[in-house]
C-alpha cells in the first residue's frame, strides 16, 4: 500500500510563499498520477495540481500561474511550490496518488486511491 507524507505547511502573509512536500514509499511517484488537492472546512476538495510520469503537468484555474508541481525521483517525493499565496489560498492540503494512471492525470479526487494525511496552509491578509 502506498504511504504518502506531507509536510512543509505553515502560516504566511498575503504575497508570501511555501513549499509542500509529499514522501512517497511502495510506490515510485514517477511512475504513478500524483495530486494536490486541497479543501477547506465545510467544502469540497478541490484539486489543485497533478503530474503524470511525464512531467506534464495540470493545474487549476486558480493556481494557474503562481504554483508548481515538480519532483524528485532520487528522493521519491512530490513538491508544491506555491508563491504570491492570496487569503483564499488557505486550506489543508493533502498529496495523493492514483496508480492506475500515469498519464492524464485528473483533478477530480475520485481518481486517487491513496492520500497523505494533510498539512495545514495559512495565509493571511
Known amino acids: 500500500q502506498v504511504q504518502l507524507v506531507e509536510s512543509g505547511g505553515g502560516s504566511v502573509q498575503a504575497g508570501g510563499s511555501l513549499r509542500l512536500s509529499c514522501a512517497a514509499s511502495?510506490?515510485?511517484?514517477?511512475?504513478?498520477?500524483m495530486g494536490w488537492f486541497r479543501q477547506v472546512p465545510g467544502k469540497e476538495r478541490e484539486g489543485v495540481a497533478t503530474?503524470?510520469?511525464?512531467?506534464?503537468?495540470r493545474y487549476a484555474s486558480s493556481v494557474q500561474g503562481r504554483f508548481t508541481v515538480s519532483q524528485d525521483n532520487a528522493k521519491n517525493t512530490v513538491y508544491l511550490q506555491m508563491n504570491s499565496l492570496k487569503h483564499e489560498d488557505t486550506a489543508i492540503y493533502y498529496c495523493?496518488?492514483?496508480?492506475?494512471?500515469?498519464?492524464?492525470?485528473?483533478?477530480?479526487?475520485?481518481?486517487?486511491?491513496?492520500w497523505g494525511q494533510g498539512t495545514q496552509v495559512t495565509v493571511s491578509s
Open positions: 495523493a496518488a492514483d496508480p492506475t494512471r500515469v498519464v492524464s492525470c485528473r483533478l477530480e479526487d475520485d481518481s486517487y486511491q491513496y
Open positions: 511502495r510506490a515510485a511517484v514517477s511512475s504513478v498520477c
Open positions: 503530474m503524470d510520469r511525464y512531467g506534464n503537468m
